[in-house]
């Protein structure tokens, strides 16, 4: 069995659902170097999250949550998605990725949405995403905020100094 550390998380696969087949059989994996289905993440020892896949390549990983009938779906609340968003971004960060994203995939949801800022796939849909990372690192994010903001306020001096700062964090973690 494989378990993977990043502190203070343990992550740990559980049994598998019979009931997950078909999100198998529609998962895109040609992006990634390897997948692990239905892990729990441990805090302490006490199961914080689980996520029905993990999927990572060099320097990403993506975080899956499947929900097999649209009433499940509709039982799982916006708090609890941006949860598992925030330990997937914690967790991406504590492994070493630098990018990230977690989804959420629903068997006979029609069209995509998001829910608690997330996006959520149809799982026919899934075959074919490709998925869109985010920085796992809480500095980057606030740092293109920023940028973001001054951008609108057209302070270009400033700007150009936040970029100059951006490039050097991005190689050092190159």
Not at 152 to 167: M, N, P, S, T, Y
Request: with cysteine; net charge neutral; glycine share 6%.
């Amino acid at each position: 069995m494989i378990e993977l550390s990043s502190e203070p998380y343990v992550l740990k696969p559980r049994n598998t659902p019979l009931t997950e087949a078909d999100f198998r059989l529609h998962l895109n994996i040609s992006w990634c170097r390897g997948v692990l289905f239905n892990v729990v993440a441990l805090k302490n020892s006490i199961a914080v999250v689980e996520y029905d896949a993990l999927l990572w390549s060099d320097d990403s990983i993506m975080f899956v949550e499947y929900k097999d009938s649209i009433s499940a779906y509709k039982d799982l609340s916006s708090r609890k998605v941006q949860q598992m968003n925030s330990f997937a971004k914690n967790i991406a960060r504590g492994l070493g990725y630098k990018k990230f994203t977690f989804i959420v995939v629903v068997k006979g949801l029609e069209e995509g949405t998001t829910k608690g800022g997330v996006e959520v796939l149809p799982l026919v849909e899934l075959g074919s995403y490709q998925p869109v990372f985010v920085s796992s690192i809480t500095e980057m994010e606030y740092l293109n905020k920023m940028i973001a903001k001054y951008t609108r306020q057209g302070k270009e001096d400033v700007i150009a100094e936040l970029e100059k700062l951006k490039k050097i964090l991005e190689m050092e973690q190159a």
